[in-house]
């Protein structure tokens, strides 16, 4: 497998030996805010598609269109699978999305999340922002890239992690609450849903019934 290399000559794909934390090393990264992000400092990231994906994932040609914008042959096929524009985002794919970033950041050494919630300025390829979103989607096949992509950023946005990096910026740290913290939600959501009284049922509904003796050709005696 041949790894891209930066301008710097370091190594930037899976199992890289310095993954982004050269870059963000080598820059001056870590003096920055938490808020800011080194521009461009994607631009050079190869994600290889070694793993499968959905056919639902290969309709959108980008990450940032919403579904209602798309071609109306592409919102057919969603259609046909079921898709909708309004799906809610459940807590257990919420976490399957962290869970997939966090193998994510495993693979390609990333030690620094916030250039991925701005392509734009982190440059990352458009070819290549499909595949990193794809990634984060599998085993979510019934959400469209753009969905999956938005909820990631609503997950790991600044604003949701300011307590986590209070004492300093450490992603291991803040991927591990996430997943905790969504993991509870799911569990308080199943107690809640066991706990639901039954619906009651009619009196009439309650009553047992007396079978009539029947003939062998089904009438009634």
Do not use: W
Not at 72 to 99: H, L, R
């Amino acid at each position: 497998m041949v790894h891209q290399q930066s301008s710097d000559g370091m190594d930037v794909g899976p199992n890289a030996g310095g993954g982004l934390d050269g870059v963000r090393v080598g820059s001056g990264f870590d003096a920055l805010p938490a808020r800011c992000i080194m521009p461009k400092v994607l631009e050079n990231l190869m994600i290889y598609e070694n793993f499968d994906v959905h056919e639902t994932h290969r309709v959108e040609d980008g990450v940032c269109t919403h579904i209602t914008r798309l071609p109306p042959k592409k919102q057919e096929i969603f259609k046909q699978f079921g898709i909708q524009s309004n799906q809610t985002v459940t807590f257990y794919e919420k976490y399957i999305i962290v869970e997939n970033f966090s193998k994510f950041c495993n693979e390609y050494k990333i030690s620094d999340h916030r250039p991925f919630l701005d392509f734009h300025e982190s440059g990352l390829p458009k070819c290549e922002q499909v595949k990193f979103v794809r990634y984060l989607g599998q085993g979510l096949p019934n959400l469209t890239l753009n969905k999956i992509y938005l909820s990631f950023k609503d997950l790991l946005g600044m604003n949701r992690i300011e307590k986590t990096t209070a004492d300093g910026y450490n992603l291991d740290m803040i991927l591990k609450k996430k997943k905790k913290n969504l993991y509870n939600r799911m569990q308080a959501a199943v107690h809640r849903e066991s706990s639901e009284p039954a619906p009651s049922t009619q009196a009439n509904n309650t009553q047992p019934t007396t079978a009539q003796p029947t003939h062998l050709d089904g009438f009634k005696t």
